[in-house]
């Protein structure tokens, strides 16, 4: 694949190829943690230089996820695994409340988010917030706010496949550590990645699928709402199975 091109825009067969490896490596991820070092339901396990998985398991109770955050953050460091570390502003680690019900993952930073260092604090932010707080009647402090990657990809190109070998262990010990009741994936590439599928965002929006035994709700992403409000209506129907989910009350008529 030549540098530039991203995931989604290769060929069919191209693709598959290139997820193929992507599995095999989140699998190979997968394994050191739940054979050497720290089941998922356990907690985070720190996350070496090379993406290996270097500490052992951390209590997934109260502040423990907030100290296995901490030390992830910690391995992260001003991280250059990457070559999106040269054009960044600022790493977006993800915030919200460790011990989050309900953890939305992203793309990757724009413009704003890679100023500021957070996540989603754009007009798609402003979105996903009306969504969580005007819909859902949840409080955006008391859920998880991330990205597949941490760094900003120049002009908002795609992610591209050795990014996101390079940044996803880091991911995954977040959903390890804060180890929600349900995942929601923005947009194609973070449900794609959360799925491990290659399958179209318009087939996997509002299926419930699983990500290590976390059930994961694929819906679009707030910045593709703000070019479509067409697709507030199916993103609602999926927030509602997800309150659905969560045992919450769902607002509104059902
Ligand atoms: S995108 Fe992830 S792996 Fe790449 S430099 Fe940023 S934090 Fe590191």
Redesign the pocket.
């Known amino acids: 694949m030549s540098p530039g091109k991203s995931l989604l825009a290769t060929g069919a067969s191209e693709r598959e190829e290139i997820l193929a490896d992507l599995l095999a490596h989140g699998r190979f991820l997968s394994g050191l943690s739940s054979v050497g070092v720290a089941p998922p339901s356990a907690g985070a396990e720190r996350v070496g230089a090379s993406g290996e998985a270097a500490v052992g398991p951390v209590g997934r109770s109260g502040e423990d996820a907030a100290v296995a955050l901490a030390a992830i953050r910690e391995d992260?460091g001003d991280?250059?695994?990457?070559k999106?570390?040269s054009g960044?502003k600022k790493?977006v680690f993800g915030q919200g409340n460790p011990n989050a019900e309900l953890m939305f993952v992203g793309e990757a930073p724009g413009s704003e988010e890679d100023e500021q260092g957070l996540a989603f604090v754009g007009r798609a932010g402003q979105l996903l917030t009306d969504i969580i707080e005007k819909g859902m009647k949840m409080r955006r402090a008391d859920v998880w706010i991330g990205n597949v990657?941490?760094?900003r990809p120049p002009q908002n190109r795609n992610p591209e496949p050795d990014?996101i070998l390079?940044?996803q262990p880091?991911l995954e010990a977040q959903i390890r550590a804060i180890r929600p009741r349900v995942l929601v994936g923005l947009g194609k590439f973070a449900a794609q990645w959360l799925l491990r599928t290659a399958e179209p965002i318009s087939r996997l929006r509002g299926r419930i699928g699983e990500r290590d035994g976390i059930p994961v709700m694929p819906t679009y992403h707030p910045a593709y709402l703000l070019r479509n409000p067409a697709g507030k209506k199916d993103v609602w129907e999926d927030m509602k199975a997800v309150l659905r989910l969560l045992g919450r009350p769902v607002p509104g008529p059902d």
């Open positions: 992260l991280c250059r695994r990457c999106l570390a960044r790493i990657l941490k760094c990014e390079s940044c880091f």
